[in-house]
């Protein structure tokens, strides 16, 4: 069976979905919308169902691979914000300390793909830990329709508190380094950039795709950034330019790439989004931008 790309919608149709995904357009007006441009609702309802993660075809490291070991864990996290909660991965066949990176989901929780991007750092050699601000609700409900409904009533000030008790709590564990490193995606690029803002002693931050910060925060960041863009991403894209000029004016190391031809999400290989070229380039220099400034 031939997999879908992106190029096989129309851009109103991904444009649509992208609304719908990040909370701007309810499933109804999905597919209201949709069905007036593919000409049925039963078309606007394969439309939806083509977009939406299929994560058993995409799952690259099964959760009981031999070269790692997995396990859900909690930490504390202060003010009065209880504990943090996820999964927690580590490569079996090397011994001693290892650099270690936050994993920080999209606005679905921790999600099958999520999990599996955890593991996939394992393998790599990394102690990788990915919190579920979903956690709280009952974690991941088993379905993105109900996840995203979950999210909406995600405590943003307590899943900020938790990413960064997160971060703080791996720098101390027996199988950590020191060294913290954090990857985000959509929702995770934006809190990327937020922990950046946070976290003096954080190694080094690789936002996704995500919502920059306020520009009056950017003194504040210590880390090296490894920035990555999709091409056509306007809402994101929009808060670039800003961001970009901050970043210079305060004499900060980063570096950003913008994929040509590319979606919002297009890193995510669940969903016909995803662009395999610009994911593994992506992908290759977020392992080496890691690998340089975790050792």
Known sequence: MTRLTAQDFQPEVLQLFDRYVHGDLSRRGFLDQAGRIAGSPAAAAALLAALSPQFA????????????????????????????QGLLARPMAQAGKRPAVLVVH???????????????????????????????????????????????????????????AAAQALRTLPESNGKVGVVGFCYGGGMANYLATQLPDLAAAVPFYGGQPPAADVAKIGAPLLIHYASNDERINAGWPAYEAALKTAGKRYEAHVYANTQHGFNNDTTPRFDAAAAKLAWDRTLAFFRQHLA
Do not use: C, M, W
Request: no cysteine; glycine share 8%.
């Open 57 to 84: 075809a995409a799952q690259v490291v099964k959760p009981d691979d031999a070269r790692i070991a997995t396990r859900r864990a909690s930490f504390d996290s202060p003010q009065g914000h209880g504990t943090v």
């Open 106 to 164: 999209e606005n679905r929780g921790l999600n099958p793909h999520i999990e599996d991007i955890t593991r996939r750092l394992a393998v790599d050699g990394f102690l990788a830990f990915a919190p579920d601000a979903l956690a709280s609700y009952g974690g991941y409900p088993g379905n993105e329709d109900d996840a995203r409904a979950a999210f909406a009533k995600v405590d943003q000030t307590k899943a900020k508190a938790d990413f960064v």
